[in-house]
């Protein structure tokens, strides 16, 4: 099972994000552990600047805008 933390303050793009890993991990039948982290001294722990931030097993994988489909399926294979 992946965990994978996405970092933000809740914004629109944040909540995106979350759906749109939801969705591709349900479609590729891939377990994941999905967190929500809003707290600012955890975000700043991984260097986040721009959110959503995206972290997969403890790797930031992603920063900045919500990310495309083929980037999630390279994070859940």
Do not use: Y
Not at 8 to 24: D, H, K, L, M, V
């Amino acid at each position: 099972m992946k965990n994978i933390k996405v970092l933000g303050s809740g914004c629109s793009n944040c909540r995106a994000t979350i759906e749109r890993i939801e969705q591709r991990a349900n479609e590729l039948h891939v377990d994941v552990e999905l967190e929500k982290v809003e707290e600012i001294q955890e975000i700043m722990r991984f260097n986040v600047m721009s959110t959503p931030g995206v972290v997969v097993d403890g790797v930031l994988v992603h920063a900045g805008g919500v990310p495309k489909p083929a980037q999630i399926d390279q994070w859940l294979r």
